[in-house]
């Protein structure tokens, strides 16, 4: 199973992207979609997750109010609208799944199943 991440690209500071993650193959009922972010030198951070079948929704600090996860379960797809975007959200993007039984945190071994990542680069 892989997911199918897209919509990446380059834009200014300030302005907006959606990242789109398919999960034709799984079900929103008992996963949770992560959202993750590797930027140049670092290594890869969760930024969100979003729980669906109980209705919950995490953002980290340097995203929250910026950033919105939303699903549509009738497509599988989930998304992430990445609004006020700055430099500092130059990264490789990647959604991944994990298994409710497990319990939906930050930790990227818990997440059995991932997309490719989609470039984002915030520049002017």
């Known amino acids: 199973v892989q997911l199918q991440a897209s919509g990446g690209g380059s834009v200014q500071p300030g302005g907006s992207l959606r990242l789109s993650c398919g999960v034709s193959?799984?079900?929103?009922?008992?996963?949770?979609i992560g959202w993750f972010r590797q930027a140049p030198g670092k290594e890869r951070e969760g930024i969100s997750y979003?729980?669906?079948?109980?209705?919950?929704?995490h953002y980290v600090d340097s995203v929250k109010g910026r950033f919105t996860v939303s699903s549509d379960n009738a497509r599988k797809m989930v998304y992430l609208q990445m609004d006020r975007l700055i430099p500092e959200d130059t990264a490789v993007y990647y959604c991944?799944?994990?298994?409710?039984?497990?319990?939906?945190?930050?930790?990227?071994?818990?997440?059995?199943?991932w997309g490719k990542g989609t470039q984002v680069t915030v520049s002017s």
């Open positions: 991944a799944a994990a298994p409710l039984v497990a319990g939906v945190t930050y930790r990227q071994n818990t997440y059995l199943f």
């Open positions: 193959r799984l079900s929103l009922d008992m996963y949770a």
């Open positions: 979003f729980d669906s079948s109980h209705s919950i929704t």
